[in-house]
């Protein structure tokens, strides 16, 4: 932040800022993305009100991008803290599974459900914690354990069977919408101001990104980095089990094989664009949703043009391996060198690894 | 006799696939356990499994690791199929195209970590959604495969004594193909100079750097090895199921990485060896096994390897902390 104080006022001080902010390059590239559907893609723009609740593109990003940017603020802390978590995905699964084998073959009322199953998911979410912290496996496979367990135990516990249910409290969830807008989108608002106002309110934030950056230097800072990367993992799994929740309601049905199937890597993904560094450091929580937004709506675009979601892969696998690029040192020295050999400055090394 | 430290993981999981056959065979010793025949099933049924893990093994041993193996393997029996039942090209050259795909896709994916520096895991996991990607987009349908040729490839068998006697026992081409990768990988990680590369790099990088090996190269070509076994796998899935299919190979990767691990290659990279993965597969596919002759679901089995996978992974962590190793 200090960067962008020490600038001068005036307007090309503030464009100097803004330019500097992290949350800028996402932003760009999700206005330059909007902009071009707007005028590209037919009907995309249409917004309309029906019954008291506004329909079209926009909303629908809004609303089935809200799994992913829950997805996103948990792995933004994860990755934070110099890990990952690929298991997310499963976790939805399962949490999807319990609140509706509760509600159907149980009997249980809606709260009930949703909090059980928020506790399996914090469970899970607790014991990849656990693994990467006080066993000391690396994240990668410890998470990658939990990605064909978790499905696992979701299809064990559903006996492979897809659960159909009824329970208009619980839809509501998904499909509800208050003021017009869809419950989704105020359930990621508030969790998300949750998780700002931690961050930038409270000293966590500061250890989370203490952790991340040089974990030996927090440790001997006297910081509990275990309990903090646990604390990181557990609200992942959290998250993760609250988008479960909002994926199982939006289709009234466990899907156990289907839901979150693939969703690692668009959270992954997200968080990358929004500037946070895959080595750990500062979390930057407003540009993993931007980068989730920019997801979503590519996801939505290209199914409007046709393109079957299978296909979509290819175009996230590229985006993936462009998006490191620019954020690894490796293209900033490409240029660098053309520069010098063209005879001009080289840009200042602007991240440090 | 004393026993080289190194060996000690290794000897391990020997002891514990022995263990493991002795306690099934006397479970379901009125099935035959201890007949060759089953043993030969054994290959067979985990043929997939155990090529890809050759290669993961190399990738392991580098220090890395590689999770697109079962896309690619699913890619390559879709490519085999699409390219003999709608291209009419003969098995003979569709076989050899679709290990060249495979290659490339690794070794570009060996490029990209080479030269970028980004961590393997995201270059193959993007790799994983590309390769499935790529496989959607090239047919949207799992095709089955009728050729004269193809099925003549698939009835490939050595008899193992002479053929007359009914009391001989038949080596399939899907178990020649393992055993093969076993032998090359274990010859090549262990005589040959690519293979020498790999463990100085997984043991220390810097290390490696500073003697003069060409460190980039190799890490290049392990993701292009661990591509082309990945292929070869898809080849013999197409020969065991006459199709080329995309539901096949999900959550291979998983498989791969514990059959690895189970034979006593350390995930930090550097100790291991090809054998202790033949014998981490054969220990996996008797669980496997086991799970089936049990009724287990496809759930439970997937939550079985993983807890399997689990427990020697924090073995190694406890064994490997008295090393001095950094975290």
Redesign the interface.
Known sequence: MTLEESRPAGLRGRWAAARHSPVFWPLLALVILLLYNIIFTPNFARLEIREGRAFGSLVDILQNGAPVMLLATGMTLVIAVAG?D?SVGSVMALAGAVAALLMTEHNQSVPAAVIAALAVALLVGAWNGV?VTY????P??AT??????G???????T??QKVRFEVPAFEFIGTGAVLGLPVPIFIVVGVALLVLLVLRKTALGLYIEAVGSNARAARLCGLRVHAIRLLAYSFAGLCAGVAGLIATADIKEADVANCGL?L??DA?LAVVIGGTA?TGGRPYLLGSLVGAVIMQTLTVMLQMRGV?T?????????M??VV??LQ????ETVVNRLRQRTGRKPVPQARST | MRIPRRHRPLLASVAALVALYGVAALRYGDEGFFTLQVFINLLRNNSVLGIVAVGMTFVILSGGIDLSVGALMSLSSVVIGVLIMEYHWPPVLAIPAALALGTAVGLGMGCIIRFTGIKPFIVTLAGMFFARGLGFLIHLESVAIYHPQHEWLAMLAIPLGAPELPETVFLPITAILFLAVVLIGAYVSLFMRFGRNVYALGGNEEAALLMGLPVGRTKAWIYGLSGFCSALAGVVLTLELSSGSHIEGIALELDAIAAVVVGGTLLTGGVGSVFGTLVGVLIIGIILNVMTYEDFSAGLTKVAIGLLLLVFVVLQRLLTRGAARPA
């Open positions: 990952i690929l693994l066993v000391g496996l690396q990668i496979v990658l354990v939990m990605l064909v367990m499905r696992g135990i979701a299809l064990a516990l006996q492979d693939y690692e890597l992954i895959l079957i299978e296909h979509t892969l290819i175009i996230k696998a590229g993936a391996i490191c690029l690894t040192r490796a293209l």
